[in-house]
C-alpha cells in the first residue's frame, strides 16, 4: 500500500467515526457545529522536517515523524468540522529556500518561510505540534504553550485541560507561555498555540506516542479544544456549553 493511499484510508476512516460521533450527537438532539469562524484559517505547523528531525528517541523515533502524523489527523478532522485548514508540510521534508546553501541557512530559511505562510494569512490561528525531550526519562505529559495574549491563554489552557481530562489524568501541567528563544511562536501575530504532545526521552509515552489510535486521540481533542473556544470566544453565535464539550464527553466513556 503506498504511503498516499495509507492516508487516504485514515482519512476515510477518521471521517466515518467522526460522522457516526456527529450522528450520535444529532440522535441526542444536539446540534453540531458545522460552520467554523468565518474568514479564519487555522495553520497547523507539524515541527521540524527533512535534515531537521527535532527531538530522537532511545529506539530511533524521530520527532518531526510524529509532529506530521498527528498534525495529519489534526488536518483531517478539523476539515471535517467545518474549519478552514493550511497544513505547512504534508511530508518530511525542510520549508527552505532552494538557494539556502548551508544546514544552517536551511535552518533559518525554513522557520522564516514557517513564519511567512502563517502571518501572509488574513486571520490565521496556529497550531504547532511537537513533542518533548528531557534527558531524565521520568518526565511525561503533554504541555501547551501559548503566545500572543488574550485569546492564546485561554485557549491553551482549554486545550491543556481537556488533554488532561480525556487522555492522561495523572498530568498536573498547566499551560505556559512560550519561551523566548522559540522564534515561530514569538514571530507571528495570530493567536497561537504549541502543543508538545508528550515526551519521547520516556519509553512508556513514546510507546503511546507511537500508535497511530493515540495519534487520532490526540489530534481530536485540540481539534475540539480549538472548535470549544472558538464557541466561546462567540465568533460562531454558538452558546457557551459548546457542542464540542459533547465530543469530549464521549471520548472519555
Ligand atoms: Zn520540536
Not at 503506498?2 to 482519512?11: F, G
Not at 498527528?70 to 520549508?95: M, N, P
Not at 513564519?115 to 521520568?138: K, M, Y
Not at 465568533?235 to 464540542?244: A, F, K, L, P
Request: hydrophobic share 40%; charged share 20%.
Amino acid at each position: 500500500m503506498t504511503a498516499s493511499t495509507r492516508w487516504k484510508l485514515l482519512a476515510l476512516a477518521s471521517l466515518v467515526a467522526l460522522g457516526a460521533l456527529g450522528a450520535w450527537i444529532l440522535w441526542r438532539g444536539e446540534s453540531v457545529p458545522t460552520a467554523a469562524p468565518a474568514g479564519v484559517r487555522v495553520v497547523i505547523d507539524p515541527g521540524h522536517g527533512g535534515e531537521d528531525g527535532g527531538a530522537v528517541a532511545a529506539d530511533g523515533t524521530v520527532e518531526s515523524a510524529i509532529n506530521l502524523a498527528i498534525a495529519r489527523r489534526l488536518d483531517v478532522i478539523l476539515t471535517f468540522w467545518g474549519c478552514d485548514t493550511k497544513l505547512l508540510r504534508t511530508e518530511d521534508i525542510s520549508l527552505h529556500d532552494p538557494e539556502a546553501a548551508t544546514i544552517r541557512q536551511r535552518k533559518v530559511s525554513d522557520i522564516h518561510n514557517r513564519v511567512r505562510l502563517v502571518n501572509e494569512e488574513p486571520e490565521p490561528r496556529l497550531i504547532s505540534i511537537h513533542q518533548n525531550f528531557f534527558p531524565q526519562a521520568q518526565y511525561h505529559g503533554a504541555q501547551v504553550f501559548y503566545a500572543n495574549g488574550p485569546l492564546g491563554q485561554p485557549w491553551a489552557r482549554r486545550t491543556q485541560e481537556n488533554l488532561r481530562a480525556c487522555l492522561d489524568p495523572e498530568n498536573a501541567r498547566a499551560e505556559k507561555p512560550i519561551a523566548h528563544d522559540v522564534y515561530l511562536m514569538n514571530h507571528v501575530t495570530c493567536p497561537a498555540i504549541l502543543v508538545e504532545c508528550g515526551f519521547l526521552s520516556n519509553s512508556g509515552e513514546l510507546e503511546k506516542l507511537k500508535s497511530p489510535g493515540y495519534q487520532t486521540a490526540l489530534a481530536a481533542v485540540v481539534a475540539a479544544s480549538y472548535l470549544q473556544c472558538t464557541q466561546e470566544e462567540g465568533e460562531t453565535g454558538y452558546g457557551s456549553q459548546g457542542e464540542t464539550s459533547v465530543l469530549l464527553h464521549g471520548m472519555r466513556q
